[in-house]
């Protein structure tokens, strides 16, 4: 029996039939990622798409919505207190609840990207910034760097402008409490970590007072990679790494009224393999567990008036000669914060937070050197 050649027109025809099929089969079989929730507990203008977090995990159990409180990791019956009925909308405006269909594995991540570069400055360390910046544009000169500007002068924004691969943000103070203003709270750093970490995957944090040695940071990208080895234990890194260590605990400079929104083990806090690690210099991913678990509660943290900077607080430290177990008396704000998060998430244990690396950076506060200034275009 001879063949039928069926023309090319009637093959193309059948082919696009049979897309539009299996289009129409799948949108009417599966539930689209848009729909929301409607349970009983969710008031009118505080659903979630299926894109957000539980709302189990978020929810003050005394209060209930839009209250948020934070329950520690491992014994979620301890919870916090409050951090208020607006620090929801400032987290939901940020992206923070809609990153799930986004989250990235860093050993993925690492093989086509690299992280972008993030610092800020106002006109005070502007100069101490240049420093910073030039450094990365040596060893790095092909990758972006994001510059948040906390209140430069018009001069110093039009120069930052003309450098090479640097992109200038004005940090919108406007759109935050008063009391974000207070550049030395640092509440502005978890903000511009958080919105950064949703548009680019991963990133570099440098304060001004810190330099790049080397463009080989492949040492510290392996810690992160499935397999890797520490104390021969098969354990990467956690997605937020930290790098110079400050020599005393996360206790010893943490005010008290930060524990009443993040309650804590205070005898695994008092512990020698809890200590604080420097916030000027950080590498993080997007990853669930870092947005989650970490992020979130940073950025809550610091949009509450008495979380992140207690009325009391001081950067003033008298330390003892047990520098882990005794109070000194003073706060690091974002720093102490940070540092208390990944320690609940992390059971305490700094070397899932730190690299162990201190060769590849400087960290000289204070920067100048107007005889090397950054490459313009």
């Not at 003073?330 to 730190?354: F, G, I, K, M």
Request: hydrophobic fraction near 40%; proline fraction near 6%.
């Amino acid at each position: 029996m001879p063949e039928i050649e069926v023309p090319l027109v009637f093959r193309i025809l059948f082919l696009h039939l049979l897309c539009f099929s299996v289009y129409v089969f799948r949108l009417i079989l599966q539930p689209q990622l848009v729909l929301l929730y409607h349970s009983p507990e969710a008031p009118v203008g505080q659903q979630f798409t299926k894109r957000s977090l539980a709302p189990s995990s978020l929810w003050c159990s005394a209060v209930g919505k839009p209250h948020i409180c934070y329950h520690l990791p491992g014994n979620e019956s301890v919870e916090g207190s409050s951090f208020g009925v607006n620090v929801l909308n400032y987290l939901k405006t940020l992206g923070l609840f809609d990153q799930k269909d986004r989250y990235i594995v860093p050993s993925s991540f690492l093989r086509d990207h690299s992280p972008v570069f993030l610092t800020a400055a106002n006109s005070v360390y502007y100069r101490p910034s240049l420093m910073a910046i030039r450094s990365l544009q040596e060893h790095f000169p092909f990758q972006k760097i994001i510059f948040y500007d906390l209140g430069l002068t018009k001069v110093q924004a039009s120069h930052i402008d003309r450098l090479c691969n640097v992109e200038r943000i004005v940090f919108p103070f406007w759109e935050y409490p008063n009391y974000v203003h207070n550049l030395k709270e640092y509440r502005w750093k978890p903000i511009i970590i958080a919105k950064t970490l949703i548009d680019h995957g991963a990133l570099w944090y440098l304060d001004s007072s810190v330099s790049f040695l080397t463009r080989n940071l492949s040492f510290v990208y392996h810690l992160l990679l499935p397999g890797s080895r520490q104390n021969n234990k098969v354990r990467p890194k956690f997605s937020i790494v930290l790098h110079a260590s400050t020599g005393h605990g996360i206790y010893s400079a943490t005010s008290p009224e930060v524990y009443k929104y993040i309650p804590t083990n205070f005898e695994k806090l008092k512990s020698m393999s809890a200590m604080m690690y420097q916030a000027g210099l950080l590498l993080a991913f997007r990853t669930k567990q870092a947005l989650e678990d970490i992020i979130l509660w940073y950025v809550a943290c610091a949009l509450n008036k008495d979380c992140m900077g207690p009325e009391d607080a001081s950067s003033f430290c008298q330390f003892r000669d047990k520098e882990h177990l005794v109070y000194a008396g003073c706060h690091r704000y974002d720093q102490s914060v940070l540092n208390l998060l990944l320690a609940n998430r992390l059971n305490y244990d700094q070397e899932q937070w730190s690299s162990g690396f201190n060769s590849f950076y400087r960290i000289e506060r204070h920067q100048v050197n107007d005889t090397h200034p950054p490459f313009e275009c």
